[in-house]
Each structure stands twice: as C-alpha cells, then as structure tokens.
C-alpha cells in the first residue's frame, strides 16, 4: 500500500503483518557496494571540499520483508565557491528516482552515479547557499560483521518482532542516506522523520518532536539542535519500551535520560544499566566538563550488534555485563564518545586517536574513580599487552577509517590501547592540572566550560599538540614525534653493578627524548632528569624499583613475551 508522509512523495510502507507484494518501479543500480562508498573519509573529493551541510531533512520508510529503505533527503548546502556539478556520497546500492534543486527538477540525464559519488548537474547556473532534494529507494548494505563492518541490521527480536539498527562508522553515512561522508560533513542541523508499523519504536539522534500517528502506521520525528557526527546519525527500529527520567548535573542544569530496551529481553539488566548512567556522567563532569548536548538527551538504545556512539542515542548490546571493576565497560566507552568524537570531532579519521584514546583512558579514569590507584594501574596493565607498535599512531596524511583501523599498515587498536597510554604518559609527565586544562580545551576550547558556552569543535593532532605545549609552558613536540609519529617504542636501558645504577634512553632514529624517569631507593622517589645518561651511587643492599608508579610508556621484553605465547 502507498503511504503519504507529511507532503513528501509517496513512499511504501509495508508492517510486519502485511502480506500484499509491494509496487516497486526500476531496481537499485548495484547488487554490491563500491569501493568508494566503503571507504569512509580519506581524501575528499575536490567538489565536495568546502561544502557545508547547514541542515538536514531525512524521511526514511521501509519494507521490512524485502529489506528494502525508502529514503527523501533535503540537504541545505552552502560554499565560498561556485560549482558547476554538485556531488554528495550514496551508495549505488539505491536508485535515485528523483532530485530537484531549489524546487526545479533536475532531468535524469543530468544525475549520474557511477562508483557511490552521486553527481548532479543543474541546468542552470545556481548560486550557494542552495537546497537539494533527493529521492532514492534500495536495499541497503547489510553489516557482514557489525558493528566493525557496517550497514543496515535487518534481525528480529526473540518475540519475532522486526528489529533494525543501523551502524555505519567504518564505511560511512552513504550506507543510507545521502551525505558527504567525511568527518567534516556534521550536518550543522538535523531532522530525522522514521515511519514504522504501529507496533513498533523508532528511536533516533537529538530530540522526539512529535510522533504523527496514521491507520496502519506512525512517524517518529527527531530533531538535532547541534551538529550531529556523520556516522552518528542513527536509525534504531523495534518493539522497544522505555526508562526514562531527569538528571541533575552538578552545574545544576537538568536532561533527560532515556533508555529504549527490549522488555522481552533481560529487563532487570535494563534497569541496572539505566541505573548506572547518573554516576558515569557525574564522573564525566567532574573530571572532564559538562554534557555536551544537555538541550537534547542522554539516550541509550538496545541494539542487536554490540555498540557504537551514535550521538545522543549510543547503540548498546554487551549483555549488561560488567567487569571486575563494578561497571559496564561498553556503556562507558561509547557515553565518553558524547565528549570525545562527538563534542569533539576529528578532522579526518588519521586523527582518530583522539576519539579512541581519549575515550579508552575513560575507563581506567573510571576505575580509578571509583576504586582508587589500584583498579587503576590494573586496568592500565590490562591493556597494556594489547599494544602492538607495527604503524605509527599519525600518519600525516589524510586517511580513511579503514586505512586507520588496518592492524597491518595502520595503528589498528593501537588507536585505543596505545592512544590510552600516551594518555597516561603525559599525564604523569606534566601532572594533573596541566593534563585535565590540556583536555578541556580540546573537547570546549576553553578551560572553564559551563552549559551554554561552548558549542561543537573540530580537532587534529597538531591541535592537541599545540594546546598541550600552552598549558605545559614549553614544547613537548619531542613527546609526540617519539610516541605519534613513528611506531617503535623508546628503552629505557637500566643496569646495576654493586656501586653503580646506571641509566639511559635509547630512541628510534636519536630522536630527542628527554623523558625524567622516577627511581625508588629504600622508599625514597627521586626524580631524574635524562636529557644525558645517568649514574647513581648505589649500595648493593639497596632495594631499588625504577619508574615505580608505572608512569612511562616504553619497550618492556615482558609485553613481547606475552604476543610469542
């Protein structure tokens, strides 16, 4: 049956229930996905280079049993300079029936999509700022193993309900909706329009305007008030039920705190789960700053892949498992992404240390939050083994996110363990006040964030270099052309005689180094300072524990033995 959706075209909408064949007209162009819309980032294209997304207006319908998404983007774009051919990403999976520029329909003559760059050339000149509208329909990419290889999840509760997630952070937003799929391509503004069976939720990024009720169906209508992470728009369909309820942030401003769940589905854990969100953000606000999207919410939906930061609306589906430190791993990691990937946003994905590391170093923060040095140091050590050193954390260049997430040629998870690490080193190095002032300013671009003053900040790695060297007081470029910029860690050479403690840097290619290293003797901590070796006097019944508080991130043999087993 056809279905008309607030003025747009018409679109089919077929329930979970409904058996009537639906009235398809043509076929999506492609059976596979291109190259192109795989890669997510990397060098942009030179017509989409420049070009600003000011606002979004995503209708999206579906036939749950062909798969198949029925999708209507109107895009307001804006340039500094002219362009004879307009280009925005979408897979060549869909076939776009129809695009009008600034009301008038562009001939189909003029829309070409060969390889996921869908080019579009108006009759006529058109100046900037312009709208362009297009219709496509197709069935999307399902996710071969989401949520690391992404797409549209078409699964169905244990009850047998539909039950849809998408989930497109390594190949992009072009999975499903037209888009410029780079990490500068935040739609400043968004409205998100999801048509689904009666029976059924949708639950989206930013704020529930309303939902328009219909015979057969609704329309969810969410809406964005900052600018919302490409790949963090999100589509999250199915029978969910709702725990809801008001958080006070200790800057005394109030959000909503919202979870969609599956009622069929563990509820107790749901419940434990929600209850566990108050304290992760109090924690984040004390030792990071405030909320980020407070005019909106902090929402959580239960998905069937196991989790991903969709802003404002994070995917979750660990099980409610906690670890030995008393919380949700998971749950943590993707709430931080709110600060670091979404408040925050890397310019392009070789940047992506500073969405992962950031965000991994939240969980031994965590737990040491709440159970003091030793959870700590434990969970560091955890993670420590994971460290891989093959590639170098930033390659200098433009990347896409799978060239980044590659573990053969690029840092892989070397992005979040051995980023979470330098996290660590640095903060031991210039101490607390200086590391938590060096955070602030790169998530807020201030110091002193309070609810209202800042708004959403693009970031890369000669950002957060230059902000650290202001708060530290003198260049720390040595730090990070040792730990980002080539791969090998630095050695620390220690040996003993009866008389003598003898100690030194050895650093890949000379670099300059000069890391102070902390040696314990008989209880006493001194600090040294290693611009040159060093030699300590020494008794040999001194008892004598170098770098004792872990604080340096450096080759151990112990760490290589453990990847030979």
């Known amino acids: 049956m056809r279905m008309f959706a607030m003025g747009l075209i018409p679109v089919i909408l077929l329930s979970a229930c409904t058996t009537r064949e639906p009235i398809i007209k043509g076929e999506p162009s492609r059976e596979l996905s291109t190259p192109y819309t795989l890669k997510s980032g990397g060098f942009a ?33 804006d340039s500094e300079r002219p362009r004879r051919t307009l280009s925005v990403d979408l897979d060549t999976r869909y076939k776009v029936e ?21 080019l579009i050339t108006p009759q006529h000149a058109v100046a900037f700022p312009l709208t362009i509208k297009i219709d496509y329909f197709g069935q999307p990419r399902k996710p071969p193993n989401p949520p690391w290889d992404g797409g549209v999840m078409w699964t169905q509760t244990p009850n047998g309900d539909p039950w849809v997630a998408t989930a497109v952070q390594g190949e992009g937003c072009d999975l499903f909706w037209p888009c410029i799929d780079q990490p500068f391509g935040e739609p400043r503004q968004a409205d998100i329009h999801i048509t689904v069976p009666t029976n059924l939720v949708a639950a989206s990024n930013g704020n529930l305007v309303k939902v328009t009720e219909q015979k057969t169906a609704k329309t969810y209508h969410w809406k964005t008030s900052s ?14 039920e709702t725990l809801t309820s008001r958080f006070r942030s200790i800057y ?19 419940e434990a789960l929600f209850n566990e969100l108050p304290d992760m953000l109090t924690f984040f606000e004390r030792v990071i700053g405030p909320y980020p999207f407070p005019q909106e919410k902090v929402g959580v939906v239960q998905t069937p892949h196991k989790g991903m930061e969709h802003q404002t609306i994070n995917a979750y589906g660990n099980n409610y498992e906690k670890d030995e430190y008393g919380f949700d791993w998971l749950m943590q990691h993707e709430l931080a992404h709110e600060w670091f990937g979404n408040q925050m946003t890397n310019t392009n994905w070789d940047h992506m240390w500073l969405h992962e590391g950031l965000g991994t170093y939240m969980q031994p923060l965590y737990a040491q939050y709440l159970h003091g040095d030793v959870a700590y140091m434990a969970y560091l050590n955890k993670i420590r083994k994971n460290i891989s050193n093959k590639a170098p954390v930033v390659s200098g260049m433009p990347r896409s996110e799978k060239e980044v997430y590659n573990s053969q040629n690029g840092p892989g998870l070397d992005l979040y363990y051995k980023g979470a690490w330098i996290m660590h080193t640095l903060r031991g190095l210039v101490g607390d006040e200086v590391f938590f002032d060096i955070v602030k300013e790169l998530v807020y671009d201030t110091t002193e964030p309070r609810p209202g003053n800042f708004s959403p900040v693009y970031r890369d790695t000669e950002d957060f270099i230059r902000i650290a060297n202001k708060h530290y007081g003198e260049s720390l470029d040595w730090f990070f052309d040792v730990y980002l910029f080539q791969n090998a860690l630095p050695r620390l050479n220690v040996s003993r005689s ?42 040999p019944e001194d008892v004598i524990v170098v770098d004792p508080q872990s604080k340096l991130l450096r080759f151990e043999q112990r760490y290589e033995d453990i990847k030979k087993q």
Not at 47 to 72: E, M
């Open 252 to 270: 005394n401003n109030a959000y909503p705190l919202v979870y969609y769940y599956l009622p069929e589905v563990n509820p107790q854990g749901a």
């Open 498 to 539: 009866k008389t003598t403690l003898n100690l030194s840097w050895t650093v890949p290619q000379a670099m300059p180094f000069p890391m102070p290293v902390d040696v314990r003797i008989n209880g006493e901590v001194r600090t040294l300072d290693l611009t040159q070796p060093k030699s300590l006097v020494i008794n």
């Open 227 to 240: 600018a919302v992470n490409t790949y963090g728009i999100a589509l999250n369909i199915g029978p969910y």
């Open 45 to 77: 294209p030179p017509l989409q280079q420049g070009l600003v997304i000011n606002h979004a207006d995503l209708w999206f319908n579906f036939d749950f049993k062909r798969h198949v998404l029925f999708g209507s983007a109107t895009l307001k774009l």
């Open 98 to 118: 129809n695009v009008w520029i600034n009301g008038e329909p562009v001939p189909a003559g003029n829309i070409k999509n060969p390889d996921g760059q869908l």
